[in-house]
């Protein structure tokens, strides 16, 4: 037997053991603690930061001042000021236009 469909197999098992061992202890999971429940919570925010900050720092991969990162920066101080979604998505696009065109 080639080494690739052994590797191939191997894989397979351990997904296969990965799922059923969660499927097995799933009734012990029903009930999370505190500590747990609030650091979950913190991993959407974080997710998201991740993948904004690089557009916003580097969006053409040079660091410095662009339009971006004016415009987010505006962006940012208006959600918190209003916590207006609405709001901080049109001032902060319209800004980013204006300043791409200019």
């Known amino acids: 037997m080639d080494h690739v469909w052994v590797a191939i197999v191997c894989a397979g098992i351990g997904t296969y ?5 969660f499927l ?11 500590g747990v429940q609030r650091l979950l919570r913190q991993i959407p925010p974080a997710a998201l930061a991740s993948i904004v900050v690089p557009a916003l720092v ?15 920066l505006v962006a940012t101080a208006i959600a918190w000021k209003t916590r ?19």
């Open 17 to 21: 053991a990965m799922r059923a061992s």
């Open 24 to 34: 097995a202890v799933a009734h012990r999971l029903a009930t999370v603690p505190p």
């Open 58 to 72: 580097r969006p053409h991969g040079d660091l410095g001042l662009h339009a971006e990162l004016v415009a987010g």
């Open 84 to 102: 207006n979604v609405a709001l901080t998505l049109v001032l902060g696009m319209g800004l980013l236009l204006v300043l791409r065109a200019a």
